[in-house]
């Protein structure tokens, strides 16, 4: 259990950046998880059952990782589970996406952040 835990929170910025993802759609994002679902559809590592979940009851799932697919999808700096041959390939690293968020926050010229405007 405590190895589940672990891993969870080492990859707890990815995961929030897929559930505010899935919350918040954007078309963008929504393209890129389409196109990452037909490919994980057609991987024998699918998991639509949920045995190999990290967390129970969110199915389907990543039988290499057990990342839930509605949120890893999503998540534009994750990539396949499957490390040792990925099937697919995180579009930001962690400190771009790190950057982006922190760029978003900055006032802008009226003093207001960009994300408000």
């Given at each position: 259990m405590s190895g589940k835990l672990n891993k969870i929170w080492s990859?707890?910025?990815s995961i929030l950046e897929g559930i505010k993802n899935s919350a918040f759609k954007d078309e963008h994002v929504e393209q890129i998880a389409t196109e990452r679902l037909a490919i994980c559809?057609?991987?024998p590592d699918l998991d639509i059952e949920g045995s190999e979940?990290?967390?129970?009851?969110?199915h389907p799932c990543c039988g290499q990782c057990g990342c839930s697919l509605k949120f890893k999808l999503r998540s534009l700096s994750s990539s396949c589970g499957n490390e040792e041959?990925?099937?697919w390939n995180a579009l930001l690293t962690q400190e771009e996406e790190d950057s982006f968020i922190n760029e978003i926050k900055k006032p802008n010229q009226n003093?207001?952040?960009?994300?408000?405007s």
């Open positions: 990859n707890r910025a559809i057609a991987c979940c990290m967390v129970p009851g969110t041959e990925p099937r003093g207001d952040n960009i994300q408000s």
